[in-house]
T-cell receptor
Framework: ETGVTQTPRHLVMGMTNKKSLKCEQHLGHNAMYWYKQSAKKPLELMFVYNFKEQTENNSVPSRFSPECPNSSHLFLHLHTLQPEDSALYLC????????????????FGPGTRLTVL | TQLLEQSPQFLSIQEGENLTVYCNSSSVFSSLQWYRQEPGEGPVLLVTVVTGGEVKKLKRLTFQFGDARKDSSLHITAAQPGDTGLYLCAGAGSGGSNYKLTFGKGTLLTVNP
């Protein structure tokens, strides 16, 4: 138990569906992240939120829409996905990386295994 | 673009053997983290190394950060089946980009009883 929870753990959706992934952290952190993990590829950073503000969008297609209503919750809204979007989607959190801390330790949730048919 | 190369990609050994996995880059990192990921789960942080030449020990695991902060190694002594998993290294940028971690593809370790 890392203090970061994600729901659902598994999701199967068609290309025309709309679904949302949810992440919640109980660590008092103020930065949250979405990553995509595909087979044979390194983890790809998708979005970063710091104090609820989006500070990074790593050229992610608009069919992925993040939302961060507060420092503890992060959502990823999915719409009109493609089969190549099938992957493990990981959420992570850390302390404010710009608050004088010299290094950034990220704590990950268990992930949502997404399959797009 | 910062890249991290991990080697070997796959490693299958018997219980009780020792092993070393490597993480190399041409870029300098302000810190480097090692994670272990089990199937169906997210990565779990094992250690963070910050200073060039730093060595940290976690029970049977020894982590080293290169003097130039471009590479790192993880040595496991007397491996056990519970050590099985995907070992990931991740390097952090410096200054304002220290929140961005660059991950390697990982080393998939299997320890057979």
């Amino acid at each position: 138990e890392t203090g970061v929870t994600q729901t659902p753990r598994h999701l199967v959706m068609g290309m025309t569906n709309k679904k949302s992934l949810k992440c919640e952290q109980h660590l008092g952190h103020n930065a949250m992240y979405w990553y995509k993990q595909s087979a044979k590829k390194p983890l790809e950073l998708m979005f970063v939120y710091n104090f609820k503000e989006q500070t990074e969008n790593n050229s992610v297609p608009s069919r992925f829409s993040p939302e961060c209503p507060n420092s503890s919750h992060l959502f990823l809204h999915l719409h009109t996905l493609q089969p190549e979007d099938s992957a493990l989607y990981l959420c992570a959190s850390s302390q404010d990386p710009g608050g004088g801390q010299t290094y950034n330790e990220q704590f990950f949730g268990p992930g949502t295994r997404l399959t797009v048919l | 673009t910062q890249l991290l190369e991990q080697s070997p990609q796959f490693l299958s050994i018997q219980e009780g053997e020792n092993l070393t996995v490597y993480c190399n880059s041409s870029s300098v990192f302000s810190s480097l983290q090692w994670y272990r990921q089990e199937p169906g789960e997210g990565p779990v942080l094992l250690v963070t190394v910050v200073t060039g030449g730093e060595v940290k020990k976690l029970k049977r695991l020894t982590f080293q950060f290169g003097d130039a902060r471009k590479d790192s190694s993880l040595h496991i002594t007397a491996a056990q089946p519970g050590d099985t998993g995907l070992y990931l290294c991740a390097g952090a940028g410096s200054g304002g980009s220290n929140y961005k971690l660059t991950f390697g593809k990982g080393t998939l370790l299997t320890v057979n009883p």
